[in-house]
């Protein structure tokens, strides 16, 4: 059984180069905007890609 703690580190989060993320942010008041930000709302993965930054911004 292969258990290694230091992948879930450097696990990378697709969220930081989603082009849907960075059109929404490029232009706040768009539709894809408010497509984006109901999407946060529930996606587990912007979840997981949150909790991430805190870990990150706490151990600094």
Same mark, same amino acid.
């Given at each position: 059984?292969?258990? +290694? #703690?230091?992948?879930?580190?450097?696990?990378? *989060?697709?969220? =930081?180069?989603?082009?849907? $993320?960075?059109?929404? =942010? /490029?232009?706040?008041?768009?539709?894809?905007? $408010?497509?984006? $930000?109901?999407?946060? /709302?529930?996606?587990? /993965?912007?979840?997981? *890609?949150?909790? #991430?930054?805190? +870990?990150?911004? /706490?151990? =600094?």
């Amino acid at each position: 059984m292969n258990s +290694d #703690h230091t992948a879930s580190s450097k696990k990378s *989060y697709s969220c =930081e180069t989603c082009s849907m $993320r960075k059109k929404a =942010e /490029g232009n706040p008041k768009s539709f894809m905007a $408010r497509l984006w $930000r109901w999407h946060t /709302g529930w996606c587990p /993965g912007w979840k997981a *890609y949150q909790a #991430h930054l805190a +870990d990150q911004a /706490g151990s =600094e």
